[in-house]
């Protein structure tokens, strides 16, 4: 009778490790279908990243495209102004007498190359 009661004990123990197993590899199930959910929440959420990065490179070509048409315009209006300041030059270039106006002159055409007079 001694040995049955060893082996009702035995028994019982190895249940008790089973039951307890089974409570962990259901635990490790649900951790398991909480951390899936997650990653399918974040999926869910960097799905509209590309279609954003797509609208930021045309954002960003835009404004390239805006600066450049900018330069052009400044440029243009330096071009299409050349006419007044040429003529100032000329008139500083033709009146030999004065030095004044050579300086002016000077200034007027550094002026128009970009290089600042001081």
């Not at 009661?5 to 190895?14: D, I, L, N, R």
């Not at 450049?68 to 400044?74: C, H, P, S």
Request: net charge neutral; aromatic share 2%; proline share 3%.
């Amino acid at each position: 009778m001694d040995v049955d009661v060893e082996e009702a004990a035995m028994e019982q123990g190895q249940l008790e490790g089973i039951r307890t197993a089974i409570a962990h590899l259901q635990t490790a199930s649900e951790n398991i279908t909480a951390i899936a959910q997650g990653v399918e929440d974040v999926r869910k959420r960097l799905k509209p990243f590309p279609a954003l990065k797509k609208k930021l490179r045309e954002l960003r070509d835009a404004n390239a495209r805006h600066g450049q048409y900018a330069a052009a315009m400044e440029n243009l209006k330096h071009i299409f102004n050349l006419q007044t300041p040429l003529q100032e030059i000329r008139n500083a270039l033709e009146d030999e007498k004065s030095g004044a106006k050579l300086l002016l002159a000077h200034r007027n055409t550094e002026h128009r190359e970009g290089v600042e007079c001081k």
